[in-house]
């Protein structure tokens, strides 16, 4: 399976987004699928996973509230909304499957597999 993530761009602060990460060539419904973000600079952060069937979310503390997950397996994408942004949400977002399959969903990114390429997200103050 091959993962893309959409949806990034320049946005201003207080603005929203949502990204989109896609599979293709294979099945997808059986992983869950987190999000991470890489600042310039910085390491490459957990942002938020959603679990293989969709109903155990999992957030970083400083996008609760203000981030969700979703996913719809029928066509194979996982989604992150992304609301009241600021500047330090600027990072490109990646997308990853889980290395195995049924779990709900990890912060280590050592435990996804498949990586997309990433997006890169742009918040102005």
């Known amino acids: 399976v091959q993962l893309q993530a959409s949806g990034g761009g320049l946005v201003q602060a207080g603005g929203s987004l949502r990204l989109s990460c896609a599979a293709s060539g294979g099945t997808l419904s059986l992983y869950s699928v987190g999000w991470f973000r890489q600042a310039p600079g910085k390491e490459r952060e957990f942002v938020g996973a959603?679990?293989?069937?969709?109903?155990?979310?999992n957030l970083a503390d400083s996008v609760k509230g203000r981030f969700t997950i979703s996913r719809d397996n029928a066509k194979k994408t996982a989604d992150l909304q992304m609301n009241s942004l600021n500047p330090e949400d600027t990072a490109v977002y990646y997308c990853a499957a889980d290395r195995l399959p049924f779990r709900s969903g990890s912060q280590d990114r050592g435990e996804y597999e498949i990586w997309g390429q990433g997006t890169k997200v742009t918040v102005s103050s």
């Open positions: 959603t679990s293989w069937g969709g109903g155990v979310t």
